[in-house]
């Protein structure tokens, strides 16, 4: 019995170790598809073909979208206590901040026009860096560096500074953090549901 909990533990940090080590190119292509728009848009304007451009740009707007919502359902399971405050897991210690960001940034495109509105596109970009950083720099300079500690030590001086960006390793701001971010996806969802549920509304009045 004790060596089966032990394979599904073995597999279960497995897993959440791989998702976590992921993780970083999933957001490097997601900035790169979402900020090669321009460059999608000057591409398309040089097709003849109007089917063959219309393909392409449905193609564009699945992957990218796409992208960030598989990247933020990744980034959901940070959001689970015993998961992300697990000493046995190295996870980044703003990893929920980083999926609450990528949130706001797809509700700005849902109730907006990022493909349209500059306005839009440019806050989308903001809080997609944000969301980025967020979780690409405690990865590198934490979870990975932790491994390499006393080398990296040896070489400069980093004192206690990949320990304090791993979530397991310091609970005194993981719990903090922890607690905001969903704290952060409650309102925030609320706040959809109040917006949605106006814009029923007013859709219903002009019908009526």
Known sequence: MNDQQALVQGT???????IAAVLPILWAFTLSLHFARPYIVRYLQGLTLRF????????YI????????????????FLFPNLYMSADLGVPITAPIAALVLFWALLFKVTGDADDN???FRIVSILLVIASMLYIIPQIFGVEAADQ?????????L????????SGSN??????????????????????????????????????
């Open 12 to 18: 279960q940090y497995w897993m959440i170790l791989s």
């Open 52 to 59: 063959g451009g219309d393909v392409w740009w449905l193609s």
């Open 62 to 77: 699945l992957m990218r979208d796409g992208l960030m919502v598989v990247t933020l359902a990744l980034s959901a399971i």
């Open 118 to 120: 500059p306005t839009t």
């Open 149 to 157: 500690a006393d080398s990296l030590n040896a070489i400069a001086n």
């Open 159 to 166: 004192g206690g500074i990949p320990s304090a960006l791993v």
């Open 171 to 208: 609970p005194s701001v993981s719990y903090p953090i922890l607690n905001l971010s969903l704290l952060g996806f409650a309102a925030t969802g609320a706040v959809m549901f109040l917006w949605f549920l106006r814009q029923t509304k007013f859709e219903a009045a002009e019908i009526a």
